[in-house]
């Protein structure tokens, strides 16, 4: 039976309530619709009761109108209902499954559902709850209701949580492949972007049909990460090739980028080319190219360019146009290896401060930014082994520790040792299990700097300690840096897991440094389950506080590891403070440990202090203290 | 030793936080001293503070499902951190000494007693004391029935306010809805509050809510929205003015199980439902399905759950109404990975998913033996099940939703979409419910292809009104051994 009529009269139906009753008289499609249904009304009691009802919604002088209407459109969306269509036509394929790497987590809507959310939405805290979770709570990252969320998460306002994801999503594998596949928009934004960043990152060549495919669509910024996805296949030079000569701006770029990547004689020969006609873009590209070739063309550019200063050149100054030249080459050295590199690492040591001197036509000593932790400019003899740390960082072979060692005991005992020292102290972490004994040589050996030394090398032991700390997930200590790829611009993370085992005797050096950031870098070492190390550092930590003078950060840590000890904290620090304002009192009661009797109590005893002349107060009055002190006990 | 789940311990957190604090403190090794009584009711532990001194804290499950918690901590949340922690120890199995029960905990155990008991007990009342109690509550009863009776005769007068409304509105066009007219329907809405008609209130703020965001954004679903929500007003109305009439001239003012009760806004006690026999007595329900809906019409959040009944395979609602205003001491609800095993249950009148209540359950994990249970009840005969379904769904008054567990075949796709095939044949496309969070997208990622053929899913029915269709919404797998569930 055809009820097309049916809807037809639904339609009007509706129309009919968003017009109004007072128009009906008017509305001549409802009566169409009415006589349309009349066949129908003999087929069946409902439809006779909707044929009576619509009847008389139009007869003239019908009382009631309003609730016929309403009475009419009820039994029509009853009928419509019952008539529903429920089987489905066509064979039913398969789903398959398993592929994803996802799991049945078991997790109540509280943690999903807040995932979710902060993987979403935008909002103060997501970013920080979401990098939480993941650290306290991995697997639930596997589950297969947030395992899309996180595909979609790419797409995050908050860039610096869309980045992250990527990041763990590579982790991830190639189980995430079919996600990142499905729904994928080649016109689409950064979300997209991403996804074939993942996709680079966990497939490589694997998915070169998909980058060529989607290539021929694709636009802007998608267009220029697939481009540079095509570095993985070597079948593709032709077409990168090509892609330099056809392709503009970024794009362009990209296939730069991405033909640098191959090791091949063709590739080799136009980057050699290029070379000669244009330096700056030649190393520009290879950049983070680690074919042979590319070491080649590095090492003999930047020797050329270096080789006047390997012996004193009286009143000669490097050019502007020479100096970025030597920023390029920076850059591109960490990611090159061979005996050419190796030479070009000796040929800096050997030039040592003479290029530490102002550009041609300036006056300030030339100096540079990158390399030191804390952004301070670095002349050219200092940058260079952080260059090569880097190199190690990302590549500890044998070759790099080795030379970083020959060049750290060739300049040992001149200024440049601490600076070569950073590149040895990260091959040992890296590749040593136990490098105690030689650290302990190097700030015991008796030299003619002595203390100097020993000053010298905990400096750069705090460079090199600093992103030290126990990683959950890996199960590992680990060292993180970031590097900016030049081909997205963005900072990525590197991550390694150090080889030194960070317990015995290192601890207890580095226990004797005296340094507060090597102690906070202690704090962030411990392994939740290593109650050993975090009663030891405790106890520590507890004692630093009550010996250097400015102790709050001591305290932040020890509450923060959980700590108990308090007594003489607060006292310890504001005798040595020379006026005590009342906003530094509360601040201090907030960073200590204790329980809120036992801070009273100690913040008592400085206030006795006061009280005594023995410390000096600012509107530190004796009310004051009273009604404080009742506020701490009693929060 | 209790068997205790973590689900256990999550469903009495006052929040997540404090119990991963209580979950630290126990993986830290915080307790220095465990204790138990010989019989398994009383649970000590003294736990490391902050401070000096250590916290005692105790779990006297002298009656089951209601365990008492006890610390000497300051906090003020309630169970505290080291309450939940002491149930970690539990939940580890860790070890606990033997002791005797404290002299203090024993006196509190029998004050309380005592008060249960004297609350239950009339046999030991004097004649005297019999017949002054009698004619109390004869005079509360003559005062109620006078009370109930002037309640009634308002709300029809409300509903005669409400059926001038929504006629006037007819005659005017949905259309004309809009801008100050929108201000003095809200007026109106906030009236029938006064005429004890929170149901009809509810609806009319839904409606105007609809027409609002029609203003806004020019969806012509708002209008279809609408339309729904003026059809139930109107069944609504007129079945309760029939209803009330009635009772008003049978002079049968008490409560009833008539499902116009609730929909004109009335709320039933535990003891009530009870009262008119609506209850099961010690049954057994697996939580399938959890999530929390939003309402902006009632300004309330609402956990919603899906509960299977063991014996029976009939799925049950709970709700917890969570208003706005009250967030802070309305503790929110989570997912339940277990059985409840409810000596009494309290079951609200309605067709379809009738909702359900309990004062306390005994919670316990899903065995294999309970899956067993529950896939043998699920449905086989699709295209009836269909059919019954169309027939509750057609009904104005009726939720737009069924669910109901159905046995399949297998979970596969079509040109139109996912479908799920019964044994015998039958098919029926799967998609997304109005209103309802999305979970077909989670199909296509289980982790396991075993899930998609020869399970039991529960799953919504609902009517898809674009393709005139009738359609299944998966909620949750069930099969031989766990519930994978696509909501939470």
Aim: glycine share 6%; with cysteine; hydrophobic share 40%.
């Amino acid at each position: 039976m055809d009820i097309t009529p049916i809807y037809e009269l639904r339609i009007r139906l509706k129309t009919a309530i968003i017009a109004g009753t007072s128009l009906l008289a008017e509305d001549f499609r409802l009566k169409r619709a009415v006589e349309a249904i009349q066949p129908l009304l003999t087929a069946s009691p409902v439809f006779a009761k909707i044929g009576q009802l619509v009847q008389a919604l139009l007869a003239p002088g019908q009382e009631g109108k309003e609730g016929l209407l309403l009475d009419a459109i009820s039994l029509v969306d009853a009928v419509i209902c019952t008539q529903g269509v429920v089987a489905v036509s066509g064979e039913i394929e398969p789903i398959r499954a398993g592929c994803y790497g996802t799991a049945v987590t078991n997790a109540p809507y509280s943690l999903v559902k807040t995932l979710i959310e902060a993987l979403t939405s935008a909002g103060n805290g997501r970013y920080s709850y979401v990098i939480e979770t993941h650290k306290n709570q991995p697997h639930l990252f596997d589950d297969y209701r947030i395992k899309t969320t996180m595909v979609e998460a790419l797409d995050a306002s908050y860039a610096d949580l869309a980045n992250q994801v990527a990041e763990w999503l590579v982790e991830d594998g190639e189980n995430v492949i079919p996600l990142l596949k499905g729904g994928f928009d080649p016109k689409g934004k950064r979300g997209m972007v991403r996804r074939v960043e993942v996709l680079d990152g966990v497939a490589g060549a694997k998915e070169n049909d998909f980058y060529l495919e989607q290539l021929a669509v694709a636009e802007k910024e998608v267009r220029q990460a697939l481009i540079y996805a095509l570095r993985h296949d070597p079948n593709n030079i032709d077409r990168l090739l090509e892609m330099i000569k056809t392709e503009k701006g970024s794009s362009k770029k990209a296939a730069y980028y991405a033909l640098a990547q191959q090791e091949d004689s063709r590739v080799s020969e136009f980057f050699w080319k290029l070379m000669k006609k244009k330096p700056e873009d030649a190393i520009t590209y290879i950049e983070l190219s680690e074919t042979d070739w590319a070491s080649e063309i590095t090492a003999k550019g930047m020797m050329d360019l270096l080789r006047p200063w390997t012996s004193d050149v009286e009143g000669k100054r490097l050019t502007k146009m020479q100096a970025e030249m030597v920023k390029l080459y920076w850059k591109a050295l960490p990611f090159k290896h061979g005996e050419s590199i190796a030479e070009c690492y000796r040929m800096a040591a050997s030039i040592g401060s003479r290029l530490s001197k102002p550009l041609e036509g300036e006056n300030e000593v030339w100096k540079l930014q990158i390399g030191d932790s804390r952004g301070n400019k670095l002349t050219f003899r200092r940058v260079m082994p952080r260059v090569l740390d880097r190199a190690i960082y990302l590549h500890p072979t044998k070759e790099l520790c080795d030379l970083a060692v020959e060049l750290y005991e060739n300049v040992k005992n001149t200024k440049e040792e601490g600076d070569y020292f950073i590149p040895v102290f990260t091959a040992k972490l890296l590749t040593e299990e136990n490098c105690s004994e030689w650290l302990k040589e190097q700030m015991e050996k008796g030299t003619i700097l002595g203390e100097k030394r020993r000053h010298s090398i905990v400096k750069y032991l705090e460079e090199g300690l600093r992103t030290l700390q126990w990683d959950n997930k890996e199960k590992a200590h680990i060292l993180y840096r970031w590097m900016v790829n030049p081909v997205d611009g963005r900072n990525h993370t590197i991550v390694r897991k150090i080889k030194q085992k960070m317990s015995g005797e290192f601890i207890e050096i580095l226990m004797t440094l005296d340094s507060y950031q090597i102690d906070d870098t202690l704090s962030n070492c411990i392994a939740p389950e290593d109650t050993k190390y975090h009663d030891i550092l405790l106890e520590y930590f507890y004692r630093r506080a009550l010996t250097v003078s400015e102790n709050r950060n001591y305290c932040y840590i020890l509450k923060r590891l959980g700590g108990t000890k308090f007594e003489g904290l607060a006292v310890h620090y504001f005798r040595n403070r020379n006026l005590v304002d009342r906003w530094e009192v509360s601040w201090y009661v907030d960073q200590m440990p204790g329980s809120a009797a036992e801070k009273a109590a100690e913040i008592e005893k400085v206030f006795d202090m006061i009280k005594s002349k023995k410390l000096k107060g600012r509107n530190i009055t004796e009310d004051w203290m009273e009604q404080y002190l009742d506020s701490v006990r009693y929060q | 030793m209790q068997q205790i789940t973590e689900q256990q311990i999550l469903s009495l957190a006052p929040n997540p936080a404090a119990a991963a604090n209580g979950r630290k403190i126990s993986q830290k090794g915080g307790f220095v001293r465990l204790e138990r009584s010989a019989d398994d009711t009383f649970y000590l532990g003294e736990c490391t503070g902050s401070g000096k001194s250590n916290y005692i804290t105790t779990a006297d499950y002298i009656v089951q499902d209601a365990p008492v918690f006890r610390c000497s901590c300051p906090s003020r949340q309630f169970p505290c951190k080291h309450s939940l922690a002491l149930m970690y120890e539990l939940l580890a199995q860790k070890n606990f000494a033997i002791c005797e029960i404290p002299e203090d905990i024993l006196k509190k155990r029998e004050k309380k007693q005592a008060k249960a008991t004297k609350e239950q007990s009339t046999e030991n009342l004097s004649p005297e004391e019999a017949e002054k109690a009698e004619k109390k509550k004869a005079a509360s009863k003559k005062a109620s029935k006078a009370a109930r009776t002037k309640k009634l005769k308002k709300q029809l007068e409300g509903l005669d306010m409400t059926e001038k409304l929504v006629k006037e509105l007819m005659r005017a066009g949905l259309g004309t809805m809009g801008g100050t007219s929108l201000d003095n329907y809200r007026q109106l809405a906030k009236q029938l509050g006064d005429y004890y008609l929170p149901g009809p209130q509810r609806l009319l703020n839904g409606l105007i809510l609809e027409i609002a965001a029609f203003q806004k954004d020019g969806l012509e679903d708002h209008y279809e929205q609408s339309i729904d929500i003026l059809e139930k007003l109107w069944t609504l109305v007129k079945k309760s003015r029939q209803y009330l009439t009635e009772k008003l001239e049978k002079d049968e003012i008490d409560l009833d199980d008539n499902l116009l009760y609730e929909e004109l806004g009335g709320i039933y006690k535990l003891s009530e439902l009870e009262e008119l026999g609506r209850c099961k007595k010690d049954a057994s329900f697996a939580q399938l399905a959890f999530w929390v809906d939003y309402s902006e019409a009632r300004k309330e959040y609402i956990d919603t759950a899906c509960w299977a009944e063991l014996k029976t395979g009939e799925v049950f609602m709970t709700y917890n109404y969570r208003p706005v205003k009250a967030l802070k001491f309305v503790k929110q609800e989570d997912s339940i990975f277990g059985v409840a095993d409810a000596a009494m249950t309290a079951c609200y009148p309605g067709e379809g998913n009738v909702r359900i209540r309990w004062e306390s359950a005994q919670m316990r994990p899903v065995s294999e033996e309970d899956l067993a249970q529950l896939r043998s009840h699920a449905i086989s005969a699709l295209a009836a099940e269909a059919k019954a379904a169309k027939n509750l769904l057609k009904n104005a008054m009726t939720d737009t939703i069924l669910y109901r567990l159905i046995a399949y075949k297998e979970i596969g796709n079509t040109e139109q979409g996912p479908a799920l095939r019964t044994e015998n044949g039958d098919t029926i496309l799967l998609g997304n419910a109005p209103g309802m969070e999305v979970t077909t997208g989670r199909l296509s990622v289980l982790p396991d292809e075993a899930l998609y053929q020869d399970q039991v899913l529960l799953g919504a029915f609902y009517y898809d009104k674009g393709e005139r269709r009738l359609k299944l919404q998966p909620l949750s797998i069930i099969t031989k051994t766990d519930i994978v569930r696509l909501l939470y």
